[in-house]
């Protein structure tokens, strides 16, 4: 019997002492290794649920400047400080996108992913502590500053390393579930972490009273320790995925994967810019309509609650597309959320001024609502996912990584530059138009690159882009008997 038909058996026969399968081996199945379900799903869990804490910690910043404002309302608000603490985070995950993408290509990717989770742990504690040299507001506000910005670079090491070992560990699972596993513990974890963040912003001022916002602000940053802290032990306990064991390199030929993923990156990279920059930016819109609901008078636990509602809208739009991104594929389900998202910010457009008033506020809400739903359907669920497997293995944290930074100064951008269109309309209802008029054609035209030029993406596109990376290395005279676990010597 040759070689390769003996694997094939080997990998349709029960597992035994006599009859053992080498995991790797990479002729035999991911699905087919012995393993159980549960050996086989808690690695997606562990890599991909710490992007909760992206969803928290960027969330609850939110909620925790407005407080800072509260208690410092002259040195806080009317100095750079009060910009600086909420948008630092975005400049340190972009670093740690770019830099833990590498990392996890070149060195592992659950050492990358552990040494995040310390960063994430340590600067949470840090931030909740921070304080002034003598007490200083100044100093209090440099501190708190300094360590977002680091805290911002473990976030952005959960993007390369946690969620590309997810999506290589989904590669064990069911065929016709794994698509929706990834989403679920990553984007969903993502809008599961701005609904806690919120509530949890409303608790704990209900419970400290307005008159000890200089503890509740505090409460609300060290809480942030939590979620990372409970995946560290199972981190510890991580694998390298296996498709990374099988497919890693150790000398990386950059003027051929240039010339082999150019176009597909630039083009995911563009799609994942242009929704950040709406997602991000667009809480203008909810404080538009919290202002005419609850008005300036309101108790500050009352604006808190109704960001709830805000956060609440991303969930079910999260759920649908996960299931659809393994129904009908994650480049239909981006590209069709994508253009409806857009379709509805056109309505929300024409009928601004009829919305954007007290009368109309609930059907603003629930427009609005729709709007926020469909964009986690499509590119929220499904970007990450198709940066996750549009590449090869051997590459992916660095590709990943690179996508995830342009989404990242997407948002970085969005907030700058939708203000400046909302002063510069000529009047108020122009105001509320124009940003809409951007992102919804924004969205019409990721849904376009989208349909031209992203790949399909199957069950099984992992094993397949890895093979197909693999034969155009080969023709380029690369000898990928290298690649694997251990380098040839």
């Known amino acids: 019997m040759s070689d390769s038909v003996e694997k094939a058996v080997m990998a349709q026969q029960p597992v035994d002492e006599k009859n053992p399968v080498n995991p790797h081996d990479a002729e035999v199945p991911l699905d087919a290794l012995p393993k159980s379900r549960w050996e086989r799903s808690w690695p997606v869990i562990a890599c991909g649920a710490g992007l909760f804490s992206d969803g928290y ?26 910009r600086n603490v ?33 960063i994430l742990i340590v600067f949470s504690a840090l931030s909740a502590g921070a304080y002034g040299a003598g007490g200083s507001q100044e100093g209090l506000f440099a501190a708190l500053t300094a360590y977002r910005f680091f805290l911002g670079i473990g976030i952005g090491g959960e993007y390369p390393a946690g969620s590309v070992a ?14 929706r596993w990834f989403v679920f513990f990553t984007d969903f974890m993502i809008d599961s972490g701005y609904v806690v963040a919120a509530i949890v912003a409303t608790v704990v001022v209900v419970i400290t009273t307005e008159s000890h916002l200089r503890v509740a602000w505090r409460i609300c940053l060290g809480l942030g320790i939590v979620p990372p802290l409970s995946l560290l032990w199972l981190r510890y306990k ?30 995911v990279s563009l799609i994942w810019f242009t929704y950040d920059f709406s997602s991000f930016s667009f809480s203008i819109y909810s404080t538009k309509w919290l202002d005419i609901i609850i008005g300036d008078s309101a108790p500050l636990w009352q604006s808190f609650a109704w960001s709830i509602l805000t956060n609440t809208f991303y969930l079910p739009g999260s759920i649908a597309g996960a299931y659809l991104a393994d129904w009908v594929g994650p480049k239909q389900t981006l590209a069709w ?36 739903a469909l964009g986690e359907l499509g590119p929220g669920d499904n970007i990450g996912l198709i940066a996750s497997k549009s590449s090869a293995t051997a590459i992916r944290g660095q590709y990943y990584g690179v996508a995830a930074a342009m989404g990242k100064i997407g948002a970085f951008v969005g907030t700058y530059v939708l203000p400046i269109a909302q002063n510069h309309a000529p009047n108020k209802v122009r105001a509320g138009q124009d940003p809409f008029i951007i992102s919804s054609s924004l969205c019409i035209f990721s849904a376009v690159i989208c349909w031209l030029f992203v790949p399909h993406i199957g069950q099984d596109t992992i094993s397949e882009e890895d093979q197909r990376f693999r034969e155009y290395l080969e023709a380029h005279g690369y000898d990928t008997s290298t690649m694997g676990s251990k380098p040839s010597q």
């Open 238 to 267: 991580l694998n390298e995925p296996e498709e990374f064991n099988r497919e890693r390199m150790h000398k990386y030929p950059y003027g051929l994967i240039i010339k082999f993923y150019w176009k597909r990156l630039l083009v």
């Open 86 to 118: 909420s948008s630092i985070a975005f400049v340190g995950t972009v670093v740690g996108q770019l830099a833990f993408g590498i990392t996890s290509d070149y060195w592992s990717r659950k050492w990358s992913l552990f040494i995040a989770t310390i």
């Open 166 to 179: 997810a999506s290589e560990s989904t590669g064990e699972l069911k065929s016709g579930h794994r698509n």
């Open 337 to 372: 959320g994508v253009f409806a998202q857009g379709v509805v910010g056109f309505i929300m457009t024409a009928a601004y001024k009829q919305l954007g008033t007290p009368e109309y506020v609930a059907a603003f809400v629930v427009v609005f609502g729709i709007f926020s």
């Open 57 to 82: 910690l960027n969330g609850i910043i939110g909620s925790v400047n407005t407080m800072l404002g509260k208690i410092y309302p002259d040195t806080y608000n009317n100095s750079p400080a009060s």
